[in-house]
């Protein structure tokens, strides 16, 4: 199995910056596309950002110019710095990982269990 977790979450003023992390540990034959989505209470999941094994990357419209996603393929993590951030951005924060597990020929998705990001206004 595969596991992720993530760290950084909080509470910020309003144009204020905020750094999440997730590490993906456990039985990890490879890691495709890794990504964070965030959920406001009442609506749907959505997606932040996702980036590739490569480094390609994609980000929702909401972000562009304001968050930036990375990863470090050595370390299985995958980070999102946000800066510029608005109250419209609080959410709880999910790390999602396209993994294929040590002896299984699938990918198979995962999720972490979630960072509360709060911004202030």
């Known amino acids: 199995q595969v596991h992720l977790v993530e760290s950084g979450g909080g509470l910020v003023q309003a144009g204020g910056s905020l750094r999440l992390s997730c590490a993906a540990s456990?039985?990890?034959?490879?890691?495709?596309?890794m990504g964070w989505y965030r959920q406001a209470p009442g609506k749907q999941r959505d997606l932040v950002a996702v980036i590739s094994s490569g480094g390609s990357t994609n980000y929702a419209g909401s972000v562009k110019g304001r968050f930036t996603i990375s990863r470090d393929n050595a370390k299985n993590a995958v980070y999102l710095q946000m800066n510029s951030l608005k109250p419209e951005d609080t959410a709880v924060y999910y790390c999602?990982?396209?993994?294929?597990?040590?002896?299984?020929?699938?990918?198979?998705?995962?999720w972490g269990q979630g960072t509360q990001v709060t911004v202030s206004s």
């Open positions: 999602n990982a396209e993994a294929v597990p040590l002896g299984f020929m699938r990918v198979y998705a995962y």
């Open positions: 456990g039985s990890i034959f490879r890691l495709n596309d």
